[in-house]
């Protein structure tokens, strides 16, 4: 498991790495097709509980959230948004056993919430100033965490971090996680020009590690709920795009709201 988990990141990282540096709206497009990926894996989860969410409908929205930054119509993403609840809404109410109408409603929501919603603010991070560098000391806080999480709960891990959701994660993993990502939110921070402090830095680095971290537990909920051990099948040693991206759906609002409000 180890080892394929290694070849898939080999394939992965320097994709990713070469889509942050080239910008949108490539970024942007390859963003789009792992958020509808992921929508397929979350609808499909969806539909083991006998859920019938508007799959092809809520994955539509969530490719046009991705994009939402490229489209010259103003208040584009809250007008996207209100039109998703509303036809949706609508839909069920005369296309859907009364019984099951409002379930099967909330799951789309979800679906475009979780990852479309979510997903659109790593665009909109990228278009920042200095956007190709936020991006990239996000990404590292990030990867730092999840490796140091993995490899220092394997080695040391005693105390279950939440067992009733998923018993393999450890205190110590956590602590070691949230310890090396903020250290590497300060060291990328120095390396990078950007106009952040060595405090926010650390506030920043510490918010990212645990939210982060909340993510993966979010997702192992929505696994736990649907009775799976992996969202998908399609990247080896890591299960599914959701068992990949469970660490930037809570992440990138608030990065881009820390950036915006805060440090710029």
Request: aromatic residues 14%; contains cysteine; charged residues 10%.
């Amino acid at each position: 498991m180890l080892r394929q988990r290694i070849l898939t990141s080999i394939v992965i990282v320097p994709i990713s790495i070469i889509a942050i540096w080239f910008g949108n709206p490539w970024f942007a497009l390859i963003m789009a097709v792992i958020a509808v990926l992921g929508s397929l894996e979350f609808y499909r989860l969806a539909s083991l509980n006998k859920i019938e969410p508007l799959s092809y409908f809520g994955t539509a929205i969530i490719f046009l959230l991705i994009l939402c930054p490229f489209c010259p119509i103003p208040m584009i993403k809250p007008l996207l948004m209100t039109l998703a609840v509303v036809i949706s809404l609508i839909w069920f109410l005369f296309r859907s056993a009364i019984k099951n109408a409002f379930n099967n409603w909330a799951w789309t929501m979800a679906g475009v919430l979780f990852i479309g919603w979510t997903l659109s603010y790593w665009i909109e991070i990228r278009e920042l100033e200095q956007g190709l560098y936020w991006t990239f000391w996000a990404l590292i806080i990030i990867a730092v965490n999840d490796i140091c999480a993995f490899f220092i709960g394997r080695a040391i891990g005693k105390h279950a971090l939440a067992p009733s959701i998923s018993p393999k994660k450890t205190w110590e993993g956590a602590l070691g996680g949230v310890i090396t990502g903020t250290l590497a939110s300060v060291i990328v921070g120095i390396v990078f020009p950007l106009h952040i402090n060595y405090w926010q830095m650390i506030i920043l680095g510490l918010l990212i590690c645990v939210l982060a971290q909340f993510g993966d537990l979010v997702e192992s909920v929505l696994k736990r709920n649907t009775d799976v051990k992996d969202s998908g099948k399609l990247l080896p040693g890591h299960g599914g795009i959701l068992d990949r991206l469970d660490s930037f759906f809570l992440t990138g609002p608030v990065i881009f709201y820390c950036i915006t409000y805060i440090v710029l």
